[in-house]
């Protein structure tokens, strides 16, 4: 079998699910997906790629290039996780040694244009479709990594769309919701507090996080509110570093609606006192997080069968 280049897709699993059946063994999923990339010459380095849920990509794709072949009666499952190849799976290695596609899958079924595995749905009262999943044959992404791919993408339009409200408030606006985003990351702890600083004379501090109720532990912060086409440099990181010598500080953090410089970088990495900057991109990445100034639109649930009910 020739050796794919570049990440294996889903669907390129399946022969080489197959191949690692050919001996007619009960095997467990785990070592029927490691067998297939094997086969594939999946690098140390495409195994080390996750997607969002934590999971090994490899292992995913491998996983659903299964459950596609079992629902086509390819491979049947004799106990939990536990795989054996079937007859038609033999026939179907054959015809496609290098090669299966959905497609096949649904000729294997006997109706080489019958409608993709996953159908529309109804719900309760509903005449009409609540979503139809449709999957492109020629998709480098699997069913779930599909579904990431779109939040994803929401998620890009969120932040964009965040950004841009923000820089149409004032100043004292960024400045508070910086101190709301901190106490919703769990910083002011049970009893602690976030104060936001007079708006003059307040020595390049803009807020202050108590983590507790006497204010033994602090966070100082410094809030910037510049065009994305800013670059905050280290002049202004030095400033900050000056601000929190002068409160008797030792750590603090500096948030920016653009971007810091890679000197301003370098430099906050060097000083005694910890310093963490914030630009734009990872600020609006933890306020979709912790819910601050976004709220849930549509929750969607994904389920998987229950095997211990079936047993």
């Known amino acids: 079998m020739a050796v794919v280049t570049g990440v294996p897709t889903w669907d390129q699993y399946m022969a080489p699910c197959l191949r690692a059946l050919e001996d007619g063994q009960v095997k467990r999923s785990r070592e029927i997906v490691q067998a297939a990339a094997d086969l594939l010459g999946v690098t140390p380095e495409q195994r080390a790629i996750m997607i969002p849920s934590g999971q090994e990509q490899w ?4 996983n659903w290039a299964l459950s596609y ?4 009666t390819a491979v049947e499952r004799t106990a939990r996780g536990r795989y054996r ?3 038609a799976g033999r026939d179907l290695l054959a015809k496609r040694p ?3 596609t959905e497609k096949d899958l649904r000729a294997l079924s006997g109706d080489p244009n019958a409608p993709h595995t996953f159908k529309a749905f109804s719900a309760p009262g509903q005449s009409t479709p609540v979503a139809a999943v449709v999957a492109d044959e020629t998709s480098k992404l699997d069913p779930e990594e599909q579904i990431e791919a779109g939040v994803a993408r929401i998620h890009a339009d969120i932040a964009d769309q965040l950004l841009k409200r ?5 100043p004292v606006f960024f400045e508070q919701a910086v101190l709301d985003l901190l106490m919703a990351m769990g910083f002011g702890g049970a009893d602690g507090k ?3 600083t007079q708006l003059a004379g307040d020595g390049g501090i803009d807020g202050i996080v108590d983590q507790d109720a006497l204010g033994l532990s602090r966070i100082y912060v410094q809030a910037k509110r510049y ?3 800013n670059v905050v440099g280290r002049p202004a990181i030095q400033a900050f570093v000056g601000a929190l010598a002068g409160n ?3 750590q603090g953090v500096f948030i920016t609606t653009s971007r810091f410089s890679a000197e301003a970088t370098s430099f906050a990495q060097q000083v005694p006192t910890r310093i963490v900057l914030i630009d734009g991109e990872r600020l609006t990445r933890l306020m979709i997080r912790y819910g601050v100034g976004v709220q849930v639109k549509r929750t969607v649930q994904l389920v998987e069968v229950d095997e211990d009910f079936f047993e």
Do not use: P
């Open 248 to 250: 008797q500080a030792n």
């Open 85 to 87: 190849i079937t007859d």
């Open 98 to 100: 290098d090669r299966i």
């Open 69 to 72: 072949l079992a629902r086509a």
């Open 227 to 229: 065009a994305s086409d």
């Open 194 to 196: 976030a104060t936001r």
């Open 166 to 170: 923000i820089l149409g408030q004032e």
């Open 59 to 62: 292992v995913n794709r491998g």
